[in-house]
């Protein structure tokens, strides 16, 4: 099995910052995709960053604010977040794909979510 577990959601005013982060743990042996998403009051959950090797894509309304990062090694991804606005605010969750290697050393593959970390921008 693997887990996430994100961190670095609070209360910010608008036009700051805030960095976000989500560790994967487990057996895990590869780890293909990794991204970030987003559910505000009332509405559904949106894409807001995501990063698969090398490449990156953005939702269009955090382009030029917020810059997704990965740090292999470590298993983490990270979400910096600038010019924060008062629509920024949601549960942001963190997903990552790839495979780990079962207890009978047998290769799975996961598709996992974290429990979700609240951003909240307001003055």
């Known amino acids: 099995q693997v887990q996430l577990v994100e961190s670095g959601g609070g209360l910010v005013q608008p036009g700051g910052s805030l960095r976000l982060s989500c560790t994967a743990s487990?057996?895990?042996?590869?780890?293909?995709?990794m991204g970030w998403y987003r559910q505000a009051p009332g509405k559904q959950r949106e894409l807001v960053a995501t990063?698969?090797?090398?490449?990156?894509n953005y939702a269009d309304s955090v382009k030029g604010r917020f810059t997704i990062s990965r740090d292999n090694a470590k298993n983490t991804v990270y979400l910096q977040m600038n010019s924060l606005k008062p629509e920024d605010t949601a549960v942001y969750y963190c997903?990552?794909?790839?495979?780990?290697?079962?207890?009978?050393?047998?290769?799975?593959?996961?598709?996992?979510w974290g429990q979700g970390t609240q951003v909240n921008v307001s003055s």
């Open positions: 997903k990552a794909d790839g495979a780990y290697k079962n207890y009978d050393l047998s290769i799975n593959y996961f598709s996992s």
């Open positions: 990063i698969t090797g090398g490449s990156t």
């Open positions: 487990g057996s895990i042996l590869t780890i293909s995709f």
